[in-house]
């Protein structure tokens, strides 16, 4: 796998979009990795989270 270092420095659509997933407990990690990510990198993030059950409150799961 190639390493691509340069950034981009216009406002055009993410060239590559970032699947990135982490647990309740994970929201620290997730800060640190955004904080050490250059604003202009051109890539484009989803970030799917699992949240504890206590934390839905009264929100009732499908089964």
Known sequence: MSTDNRQRSDRS????????GA??????????LFQAL???SG???VVIG????????????AR
């Not at 647990?23 to 640190?32: C, H, I, K, P």
């Not at 699992?50 to 799961?61: D, N, V, Y």
């Open 23 to 32: 647990s309740a407990g994970g929201v620290e990690a997730l800060q640190e």
């Open 50 to 61: 699992r949240h504890r059950q206590s934390a839905l409150g009264t929100h009732r799961q």
């Open 13 to 20: 659509p993410a060239s590559f979009v970032v699947g990135v």
């Open 43 to 45: 890539l484009g993030f």
């Open 38 to 40: 250059p604003s202009n």
